[in-house]
């Protein structure tokens, strides 16, 4: 492992989570929606790293990751990277992966609404995403959170993409005045009508050839979101889950997702 780069320092972004800024020593070149390896050293001099998603757009030169604080203590790299001083060296890399981005899937000129669907810390590509496409007017991000604090960089989105970023909130705040429920709850035939807005479709408009949906989250989240999609002909990306759902595999892929997880995406959810 390298340590080819420096903590300039975090933030919180509300909620226990944080985001983590850090300079390469070198430039870097990635896509937006692209994650690579962040890696440490603990005090005691062990290594740890973990897999995460770039928050800042690809025309920055510093890398930001949002990271959540977890309550239990047996995380080492959490306690580890929250820790860490100010100019501490980190390791970034070797290079960066990711195929769920704009460019690799349809393209910065395919017409059609992207909706974005993030859950948790999945909000981060996203973020990158955001920041580095700007108000083209064709970007709809569904945010879901459990708690009003865990809408991270909302006031960006806000900026950026105006109504077509809607919050939706699964925890029991009683002030919450906006959507309740699971974000993927959204795509349920008496509240559609809300993403075809904010996209820009009339109703019952919300189709693959009008439409293209990212997604990133928890395996319920992208499982979920997927499964209430299939009856309005859109298909997932990636042969397991095509084979999982038999969608035979001339279909156009129109839902795009990473998932790491050993535990199979469309098995039993609770």
Partial sequence: MSLNAALLGRRSAGGGLALFRVLPDAPVAFEA??????????????????????????????LEFLVRRQTR?????????FALPEGARVGIGPGFEGDVTVERTVGRDDPRARILVAAGTGVAPFLSIVRELGDDGRTVLLHGA??????????TFEEILGGRYIPVLSGGDPGWQGFRGRVETLFDDDRIDVVERAAGLGRGELAPSRAVVYVCGFRGTIA???????????????SEARRALGIPVDVAPSIFFEYYEREPLFGELP
């Fill in 73 to 81: 203590r047996d995380d080492a790299f959490v306690e580890t990277l």
């Fill in 146 to 155: 459990r708690d009003p604090e865990e809408f991270t960089a909302h006031e």
């Fill in 33 to 62: 929606g692209q994650h690579t390896v962040l890696s440490l050293v603990d005090p005691d001099g062990a290594r740890c790293s973990r897999p995460l998603s770039v928050a800042s757009p690809p025309s920055e030169r510093t």
């Fill in 224 to 238: 979920q979101t997927v499964r209430r999609l299939l009856s309005r002909g859109f298909a997932p990306d990636g």
